[in-house]
C-alpha cells in the first residue's frame, strides 16, 4: 500500500497500474482461498505474475510488437522489486549438490526426490525452469 500511495505522489501511471495489478491478483487469490495469504503465498502470486509477464514478452518479441515488449519489461522489472533476491547459478549449484547427496540421488531417475527436497528451499529465489536445467545437468541427464 505505502508503494501505491508513493507512485501516485509521483505520478508514475505505470507503477501504480503494475501495484494495481498485483493487488488484484492477490486478491482474487484471497478470495479463492477464502483466507488472507501467507509471505510463502505472497511469494507465488508475484511469482506467477512475473512469468505471466515473461511469456508476454517471448510472444510479444515473436509477434514484432515492441511497444508492448517495452511495457511489460518496465512491468516486469517493477514486480521483482517483491520478490526475494535471486540465487545465483552457483549458489543454485550448491544447494542442488546438497540436496542430491541429502537424498542419495544416483542419476536421473531420482530427479523427483532431488526437486522435491530443492524446490521449498529455492522458492521464491530461483524459476523452475532454471532449477530443473541445473538438477538434471548435475544429475548426468
Known amino acids: 500500500m505505502e508503494d ?38 505472497l511469494l507465488n502470486v508475484v511469482a506467477r505474475q512475473v ?21 511489460e519489461e518496465a512491468e516486469l522489472a517493477i514486480l521483482r522489486t517483491y520478490l526475494p533476491q535471486q540465487l545465483t547459478l552457483e549458489e543454485l549449484s550448491d544447494l542442488a549438490r546438497r540436496a542430491i547427496a541429502e537424498v542419495a540421488a544416483r542419476g536421473p531417475q531420482d530427479k523427483g526426490k532431488v526437486m522435491g527436497r530443492l524446490m521449498p528451499q529455492v522458492k521464491g529465489k530461483a524459476e523452475g525452469a532454471l532449477v530443473n536445467r541445473v538438477v538434471t545437468q548435475l544429475l548426468g541427464g
Open 51 to 71: 512469468r505471466q509477464r515473461q511469456e508476454s514478452i517471448a510472444e510479444f518479441k515473436r509477434g514484432n510488437r515492441p511497444d508492448l515488449v517495452e511495457q
Open 4 to 41: 501505491l500511495k508513493e507512485a501516485l505522489r509521483q505520478q508514475d501511471k505505470r507503477r501504480v497500474s503494475t501495484i494495481r495489478l498485483l493487488r488484484a491478483a492477490i486478491q482474487n487469490e484471497e478470495i479463492a482461498r477464502r483466507e488472507p495469504l501467507e509471505e510463502g503465498d
